[in-house]
T-cell receptor, first 114, second 114 residues
Framework: AQSVTQLGSHVSVSEGALVLLRCNYSSSVPPYLFWYVQYPNQGLQLLLKYTSAATLVKGINGFEAEFKKSETSFHLTKPSAHMSDAAEYFCAVRPIQGAQKLVFGQGTRLTINP | DSGVTQTPKHLITATGQRVTLRCSPRSGDLSVYWYQQSLDQGLQFLIQYYNGEERAKGNILERFSAQQFPDLHSELNLSSLELGDSALYFC?????????????FGPGTRLTVT
């Protein structure tokens, strides 16, 4: 069964600093990978997705993620954090074949310090 | 705004009761997914429908059921409610079943069982 591990349930960075949120997946075949963001009292919004095209994926709000098969990782980065980036971030996998459900990591809460 | 609507936004009910959560997918989307978000379990897939037919089941309790109607809206029925059913329930939709299609999430229904 596929699974996702997000390292660090809480990450805190200063405004203007690099944001790095870590995600590792477990799958015998590289799945499709997604990052979602959840702002307080809201639903999930897709930031970006990897579907076996380019390994470096650019998303909305200045975020990007790099798929590394050798490391089974799909870490999310943003060069310069804004206060508005404070939210919870979820990494998710979806198998290329079979059930089409998303399997989510436990989430990482990002706090931005002024 | 994802285009997915869910009603009601909040629901407070007592143990043993039955509730119905409603979801309207984005215009043109044929697939509907239900997810449960709780503090202890995180985001868990419950069930998927495609064009009126059940396509995949996740960790859905027998007390829970769902259906998708001809107009493609979906309802999630929760019965014999327990305190542990208190959670945020999300509906998501996608245009088809391909794993590369992103799922668009609604704002969720927050269920509180007292």
């Amino acid at each position: 069964a596929q699974s996702v591990t997000q390292l660090g349930s809480h990450v805190s960075v200063s405004e203007g600093a690099l944001v790095l949120l870590r995600c590792n997946y477990s799958s015998s075949v590289p799945p499709y990978l997604f990052w979602y963001v959840q702002y307080p009292n809201q639903g999930l919004q897709l930031l970006l997705k990897y579907t076996s095209a380019a390994t470096l994926v650019k998303g909305i709000n200045g975020f990007e993620a790099e798929f590394k098969k050798s490391e089974t990782s799909f870490h999310l980065t943003k060069p310069s954090a804004h206060m508005s980036d404070a939210a919870e971030y979820f990494c998710a996998v979806r198998p290329i074949q079979g059930a089409q459900k998303l399997v989510f990591g436990q989430g990482t809460r990002l706090t931005i310090n002024p | 705004d994802s285009g997915v609507t869910q009603t009601p936004k909040h629901l407070i009910t007592a143990t043993g009761q039955r509730v119905t959560l409603r979801c309207s997918p984005r215009s043109g989307d044929l697939s509907v997914y239900w997810y449960q978000q709780s503090l202890d379990q995180g985001l868990q897939f419950l069930i998927q429908y495609y064009n009126g037919e059940e396509r995949a089941k996740g960790n859905i309790l027998e007390r829970f059921s769902a259906q998708q109607f001809p107009d493609l809206h979906s309802e999630l029925n929760l019965s014999s409610l327990e305190l542990g059913d208190s959670a945020l329930y999300f509906c998501a939709s996608s245009v088809g079943q391909s794993p590369s299609y992103e799922q668009y999430f609604g704002p969720g229904t927050r269920l509180t069982v007292t």
